[in-house]
């Protein structure tokens, strides 16, 4: 069975930082891109990030370039998103999705719950 | 463009057929994904590539696609199908994906 696992959500002020994990089981991870996805607070989703299989390639939403990093630990089966200088608008609930391809698609076959970072003074 | 279009609401009686539609430049070039999100849930990929339904998805959602619009169809919804329905798809480089604002579907 599939599983991602989310954590390091938290209450961070405005430029702080954070680091999200995601920790997955049940599949080859290192077979598989992965993604970021976030949704605020009654709204819709956004695509945040992609990490290729090998971590060679990676992409990010205008929103959060410069300031988000994706990365992963394949030895771990884990998942990454460093996110300084955060801002009030980047308070939301952040998802850890499965792509279906190696270097990366737009077809998120698995998600875990989500870990909920709140920025705010 | 790369943005992706979708109705905010819709609605369908009990039993019937209902088509929640997407539109977008880059659908002429990608098929769209489509997700099925409800209240206090993670999103779950209900319809992928021309018409494909993962396992455990019921036969009655079915995808198509012409020209700039995609569409997902509920063939004899449910209650258990209101839900926010998401479509999804590459960008222009194709390195970035895009989700569609998402639609409300209520079941009458």
């Known amino acids: 069975e599939v599983q991602l696992v989310e954590s390091g959500g938290v209450v961070v002020q405005p430029g702080g930082s954070l680091r999200l994990s995601c920790a997955a089981s049940?599949?080859?991870?290192?077979?598989?891109?992965m993604h970021w996805v976030r949704q605020a607070p009654g709204k819709g989703l956004e695509w945040v990030s992609l990490?290729?299989?090998?971590?060679?390639?990676?992409f990010y939403a205008d929103s959060v370039k410069g300031r988000f990093t994706i990365s992963r630990d394949n030895s771990r089966t884990s998942l990454y998103l460093q996110m300084n200088s955060l801002r009030a608008e980047d308070t939301a609930l952040y998802y850890c999705?499965?792509?279906?391809?190696?270097?990366?698609?737009?077809?998120?076959?698995?998600w875990g719950q989500g870990t909920l970072v709140t920025v705010s003074s | 463009s790369s943005e992706l279009t979708q109705d905010p609401a819709v609605s369908v009686a009990l039993g019937q057929t209902v088509r929640i539609t997407c539109q977008g430049d880059?659908?002429?070039?990608?098929?769209a994904s489509w997700y099925q999100q409800k209240p206090g849930q993670a999103p779950v990929l209900v319809i992928y590539?021309?018409?494909n339904r993962p396992s455990g998805i019921p036969d009655r959602f079915s995808g198509s696609s012409s020209g700039k619009t995609a569409s997902l169809t509920i063939t004899g919804a449910q209650a258990e199908d209101e839900a926010d329905y998401y479509c999804?798809?590459?960008?222009?480089?194709?390195?970035?994906?895009?989700f569609g604002g998402g639609s409300k579907l209520t079941v009458l």
């Open positions: 999705a499965k792509d279906s391809e190696m270097f990366g698609s737009h077809l998120f076959d698995y």
């Open positions: 990490i290729s299989w090998d971590g060679g390639s990676t």
């Open positions: 999804n798809s590459r960008d222009s480089s194709g390195n970035h994906v895009v």
């Open positions: 880059n659908l002429r070039i990608y098929y």
């Open positions: 049940g599949f080859t991870f290192d077979n598989y891109a």
């Open positions: 590539g021309q018409n």
